[in-house]
């Protein structure tokens, strides 16, 4: 019973354009959600969150957009880099939950982008 | 400023073997959530521990595997008598305090590999 989904195991992006990574979730309790950054042979690493009270966050090269209603986020990269070529994970907590169940973050299987020269 | 430190970095064990994870948290941070990584997967929440306390173990196999995070030194993620499925990422994650974002910082990982 997978809570949050990345259907897309892979996407190839040529340098310089536009990356769209999606992300679907099915438990309508979740209202923060993440995108985790990984590289080969290394840890997640926090990349940019969206509280479910906003509709868009943008931080430089990066935003997220969040459409409630379709229970749906997704994560614009533009301009991609070489450097952008990882694994990208997206998660949800559930802040309702109180504090204690906080650190709960359900994750997806990850979307490898590989960004082309 | 040293990061989350885990290790060893690849353990290799045999059917019926223990095996030990250390996590030695960032400086400062007296939070540590383990997750595991599945082949294929994203990670799943195993236990969540303060100095001397586990906080939550909802997510740890109720046989097999303990968590303890001493007064001093790493926290340690223990499995014994490993079987093949135990095979995985097991990535440390810690926090100055308890979090209400989700934002961990997460060590480098420690891939077991049962034989």
């Known amino acids: 019973d997978q809570q949050v989904k990345q259907n897309s195991p892979s996407l190839s992006v040529q340098e310089g354009r536009i990356s769209i990574l999606n992300c679907d979730y099915t438990?309508?309790?979740?209202?923060?959600f993440l995108w985790y950054k990984k590289y080969p042979a290394e840890g997640p690493t926090f990349l940019i969150s969206?509280?479910?009270i906003k509709d868009k966050n943008e931080d430089g090269r990066f935003t997220v957009f969040l459409n409630k209603s379709a229970k749906h986020l997704s994560l614009h990269i533009v301009p991609s880099q070489p450097g952008d070529s990882a694994v990208y994970f997206c998660?949800?907590?559930?802040?309702?939950?109180?504090?204690?169940?906080?650190?709960?973050?359900?994750w997806g299987a990850g979307t490898k982008l590989i960004i082309k020269p | 400023n040293a990061g989350v430190m885990q290790n060893p970095r690849h353990l290799v064990r045999r059917r019926g073997q223990e095996a030990r994870l250390r996590c030695s948290p960032m400086?400062?941070?007296?939070?540590v959530y383990w997750y595991r990584q599945l082949p294929e997967e994203g990670l799943k929440f195993m236990v969540y521990?303060?100095?001397?306390?586990?906080?939550?173990e909802s997510g740890m196999p109720k046989e097999r595997f303990s968590a303890e995070f001493p007064k001093e030194g790493p926290s340690i993620l223990r499995i014994q008598q490993v079987v093949r499925g135990d095979s995985a990422a097991y990535f440390c994650?810690?926090?100055?305090?308890?979090?209400?974002?989700?934002?961990?910082?997460f060590g480098e990982g420690s891939r077991l590999t049962v034989l």
């Open positions: 998660a949800a907590i559930s802040r309702a939950w109180g504090m204690d169940s906080n650190y709960q973050l359900i």
């Open positions: 994650a810690s926090s100055p305090t308890a979090t209400n974002t989700g934002e961990l910082f």
């Open positions: 400086k400062g941070h007296s939070h």
């Open positions: 438990n309508s309790m979740f209202d923060y």
């Open positions: 969206i509280s479910s």
């Open positions: 521990l303060q100095k001397e306390n586990i906080i939550d």
